[in-house]
């Protein structure tokens, strides 16, 4: 059984997952590395890792596959004998007007921002619950807070997650497993960047700090949660967003 704290983060090899990853090494945790799409993008997160003296492993799985989340957990436990720390963080995007959006791209981004975070709670809770002791941090959005024309589908799958946080917290806090949520608001990301210079003006000019906030502004809030210093807190909503949503 490995000593120190064993923590999985999903969607962890780019972006704001990245930045929670090392965020999270840094606390002396080790560091599961989730990733579906991009090997090399999640080997670009260990190795990050273990340059500034930390420990990670990058581990494949969909999170919108129940079975396989179950998996993913199963072998966690088995190679180190405990999880401590689980934040649900992979996402994905269809963004679209509502009266043009497909069932299909509806339920996909469902399917992993929403039910993803399920399938990991549902399997990570079993482990947590023996040890009495288990931290759980869902990441949602301004946009599931506030809604966001032309993101129905993220939106909803965001709200959702700020309802399976509280609901969750209720039922784990007996045996002190934490679960809450940190809702970013716009962030400097490869999501971001691709937006036009006038897109992000209107953006920015909708915050009261006036711009845009880091990735590692996301990971400092997930790092208290994930801490000790956080014990008594539970199915909260951290808004990290320049103040858009107050």
């Given at each position: 059984m490995l000593e120190q704290k064993v923590a999985l983060v999903t969607g962890a090899g780019r972006g704001i997952g990245r930045s929670i990853a090392l965020r999270l090494a840094a606390e002396n945790m080790f560091v599961v590395v989730n990733y579906f799409?991009?090997?090399?993008?999640?080997?670009?997160?260990?190795?990050?890792?273990?340059?500034?003296?930390?420990?990670?492993?990058?581990m494949r799985c969909d999170v919108s596959d129940f079975a396989a989340c179950g998996e993913?957990?199963?072998?966690?436990?088995k190679e180190f004998g405990r999880l401590d720390v689980l934040v649900n963080n992979a996402g994905?995007?269809?963004?679209?007007?509502?009266?043009k959006m497909s069932e299909e791209d509806f339920d996909k981004v469902l399917d992993t921002n929403l039910k993803g975070a399920f399938h990991c709670i549902r399997h990570s809770a079993r482990q947590m619950l023996k040890q009495k002791k288990g931290r759980i941090v869902n990441i949602s959005s301004v946009s599931g807070v506030m809604g966001n024309a032309g993101?129905?589908?993220?939106?909803?799958?965001?709200?959702?997650?700020i309802g399976l946080t509280k609901s969750a917290a209720r039922e784990l806090a007996s045996r002190k497993i934490t679960v809450n949520a940190v809702a970013p608001g716009f962030i400097d990301t490869e999501m971001t960047e691709v937006l036009s210079d006038a897109v992000k003006a209107a953006a920015a000019s909708q915050i009261p700090f006036g711009e845009f906030g880091k990735p590692e502004d996301v990971a400092e809030a997930v790092a208290f949660l994930a801490s000790e210093q956080a014990k008594y807190i539970t199915g909260q909503v951290i808004c990290v967003d320049g103040g858009m949503a107050m």
């Open positions: 799409g991009s090997a090399s993008r999640a080997e670009e997160t260990v190795k990050e890792i273990e340059r500034t003296g930390g420990s990670a492993k990058a993913m957990i199963q072998e966690i436990v994905i995007t269809k963004d679209g007007l509502l009266m993101q129905a589908n993220y939106s909803a799958s965001k709200a959702g997650l």
